[in-house]
């Protein structure tokens, strides 16, 4: 295939798979399986990619599967998609509504999934005809949900030899058609941390021979967020948000222990790898001017997810290239976190945003809700820009910088 016919050779594939795609798009919507569970939906995928010729392996929990396209050692190109639904219910009114009580594909990842199966059988046509300057890995991630699905594609060695890596996310307040991209953190980093401070406890009468607890507890409390604005960059918008806090039962006795419980989120990798260190270093020394012990526990869930500037580049030309000069807009910035960004811990690649509102509706939907649906012909949009997307930068090179690419304007 001469790569100057890849829009008409996409327009010729999705006119004979679209429906195709649709209908697996509604199969996993009406059965959705929560992160772990995703068997039925594995096989389902197996079978297809079985029966295109290629020979998909299902990671070692059971759910989830690689499949390599091509036969070339480089460069290796990553397209991921996530399988698992949410353990909500699915309110919505549609033929295709959820068949399981208490799960729902509210997060769009049935889609996904559709646009990752329709992206490998067009790559593998690609394959076949002798025509792909490289090799692809789709990577059918479950769990993202629970978290880490990703954690298990990368303990499998499933991004060992990718060179970059791509993935989608659908957007409901994007029109379909349009696809958002950022250059740097376009999801947070949220983790959770708890603070137990422990002390001797005693009368409020004599707080000077104990340790008077719920006063340290308190400097904790407010010191900690202030210290933080001044020991990190403010640009990296690490922010500390208390949810919980507890101790003592009476009113004139000091207590022996107490806890407060919050989240940290941020949008800068390096900010987000010191942050235990930090805090922890913080908390002692506040600690040890009131004569309680602190302890820290903090519990990692994602990193921000950062995409790297050359392929938010390759996104972005890819779609000038398949979707038109005026699909391409700026994606905000949002705290939610996301797995995929474990992948860009190791190579570089971008998460694109990708619309899902029919246009001209005026549809107010958010994901995570229960009435959370697409225009479905955003599947066919995803397929175009994945496609195009793992050809240009096959096309841009491996590890290596690759060419620069025409038509792309950065702010
Ligand atoms: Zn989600
Ligand atoms: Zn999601």
């Known amino acids: 295939m001469a790569e ?4 008409g050779e996409l327009d010729a594939f999705l006119a004979g798979h679209q429906a195709e795609l649709v209908d697996f798009r509604r199969d996993l919507h009406a059965h959705p399986e929560i992160g772990y569970h995703e068997h039925r939906t594995t096989r389902r995928i197996k079978l297809r990619l079985e029966a295109a010729g290629l020979q998909p392996k299902v990671l070692p929990k059971g759910t989830g599967l690689l499949v390599d396209i091509g036969s070339g050692t480089e460069p290796v190109v990553g397209l991921r998609a996530d399988l698992d639904a949410l353990p909500i219910s699915d309110e919505k009114n549609a033929p295709y509504r959820s068949a399981i009580p208490g799960a729902c ?16 059988l067009f790559l593998a046509r690609t394959a076949a005809a002798g025509a792909l300057p490289g090799r692809v890995r789709l990577i059918f991630q479950p769990a993202e949900e629970v978290p880490c699905g990703a954690l298990d594609v990368l303990a499998a060695g499933g991004i060992a030899s990718v060179d970059r890596v791509f993935a989608l996310h659908c957007d409901p307040k994007l029109d379909r058609g349009k696809i958002g991209t950022r250059v740097g953190a376009i999801t947070a980093a949220c983790d959770k941390i708890t603070v137990r ?33 001044r020991r990190v960059d403010p640009r990296s918008s690490l922010s500390l948000v208390w949810g919980h806090v507890s101790a003592g039962a009476a009113a004139n006795a000091i207590p022996d222990d107490g806890l407060v419980e919050g989240t940290v989120r941020c949008l800068d990798d390096d900010a987000w790898h010191a942050a235990p260190d930090l805090l922890k270093a913080l908390i002692d020394s506040v600690a040890s001017a009131y004569g309680v012990v602190a302890d820290l526990s903090y519990v990692r869930n994602v990193p921000p997810t950062i995409n790297e500037a050359m392929s938010t580049a390759m996104v972005e030309a890819a779609a000038d290239r398949v979707l038109g000069a005026d699909s391409v807009v700026p ?39 229960p009435t959370f649906d697409i225009d ?13 997307t793992a050809l240009t930068a096959m096309c841009g090179g491996g590890s290596a910088a690759p060419e620069p690419l025409p038509g792309i304007a950065r702010a």
Request: glycine residues 16%; contains cysteine; aromatic residues 4%.
């Open 331 to 369: 994606a905000p910035q949002s705290l939610g976190g996301e797995d995929f960004a474990w992948y860009l811990e190791s190579v570089p690649g971008a998460l694109a945003r990708l619309g899902t509102r029919k246009p001209g509706s005026g549809d107010d939907l958010d994901i995570h809700q």
């Open 105 to 120: 594909h509210a997060c769009g990842h049935d889609a996904h999934t559709a646009i990752l199966l329709g992206a490998g």
């Open 197 to 229: 401070v422990t002390g001797p406890g005693g009368h409020t009468a004599r707080p000077h021979l104990t340790a008077d607890l719920v006063y340290g507890l308190g400097k904790i409390i407010t010191e900690l967020p202030a210290a933080l604005s």
């Open 376 to 388: 479905e012909s955003a599947i066919g949009v995803g397929v175009r820009l994945m496609v195009a």
């Open 4 to 7: 100057h016919d890849l829009e």
